[in-house]
């Protein structure tokens, strides 16, 4: 019944920004509450890898490599959590997905491409 819709993404030139969308679906709210959502991406013949966390209680998480550049956030009274992309690098091109971690569910995935 719960699903992860994902949006935003595209072609982006090396130094620009995009901002990921992930809508919650099928739930009547509080979901965040609950429930710690993340984003990972899989570039081009690479296994996926994590890029942000967020957890019920708000607190937000990076690896290194994105680190500075890259923000999570949520609009909990839209069911909505975000990926804000700065100063991207053509690594970072890779398909992003979001993530329910407790539930285990997985939004469709959205393509970021970075190359000038």
């Known amino acids: 019944q719960v699903q992860l819709v994902e949006s935003g993404g595209g072609l982006v030139q090396p130094g620009g920004s995009l901002r990921l969308s992930c809508v919650v679906s099928?739930?009547?709210?509080?979901?965040?509450?609950?429930?710690?959502m993340a984003w990972y991406r899989q570039p081009p013949g690479k296994a996926r890898e994590w890029v942000a966390s967020?957890?019920?209680?708000?607190?937000?998480g990076y690896p290194p490599s994105v680190k500075g550049r890259f923000s999570i956030s949520r609009d909990i009274a839209k069911n909505t959590v975000y990926l804000n992309m700065n100063n991207l690098k053509p690594e970072d091109t890779a398909i992003y997905y979001c993530?329910?971690?407790?539930?285990?569910?997985w939004g469709q995935g959205t393509q970021v491409t970075v190359s000038s």
């Open positions: 993530k329910a971690v407790e539930r285990e569910l």
């Open positions: 967020m957890s019920s209680g708000g607190y937000d």
């Open positions: 099928g739930t009547s709210g509080d979901f965040f509450a609950y429930i710690t």
